[in-house]
């Protein structure tokens, strides 16, 4: 199992930008599907984006196309995920998800503790 600590969240305007990151521990974390998620006060958790472990194929949320970019570093052992053109919307706590086999909570394999994101007017 890879165990994950994000950081990078913060307090931020709208139309501002974040970027965050997820250190991972653990000798499997290239072979793993990285992602991330977010929940926001009173709502389920829920995906925002995915890539694949060579780094190609990242995948998306409609909800954030054309505004966030999920990239990794293997040699690094990280994930990243730039956010631009930040919503109040957006406000949630984001997660770091491993070994991901779909975009549903139960299809991910480990989780970071998160990393607030608070986007304001």
């Known amino acids: 199992q890879v165990q994950l600590v994000e950081s990078g969240g913060g307090l931020v305007q709208a139309g501002g930008s974040l970027r965050l990151s997820c250190a991972a521990s653990?000798?499997?974390?290239?072979?793993?599907?990285m992602g991330w998620f977010r929940q926001a006060p009173g709502k389920e958790r829920e995906f925002v984006a995915a890539?694949?472990?060579?780094?190609?194929?990242?995948y998306y949320a409609d909800f954030v196309k054309g505004r966030f970019n999920i990239s990794r570093d293997n040699a690094k052992n990280a994930l990243y995920l730039q956010m631009n053109s930040l919503k109040p919307e957006d406000t949630a706590l984001y997660y770091c998800?491993?070994?991901?086999?779909?975009?549903?909570?139960?299809?991910?394999?480990?989780w970071g503790q998160g990393t607030q994101v608070t986007v304001s007017l």
């Open positions: 998800a491993a070994d991901l086999h779909g975009t549903s909570v139960a299809d991910v394999g480990s």
């Open positions: 653990g000798r499997s974390f290239s072979t793993y599907a």
């Open positions: 890539i694949s472990w060579s780094g190609t194929s990242p």
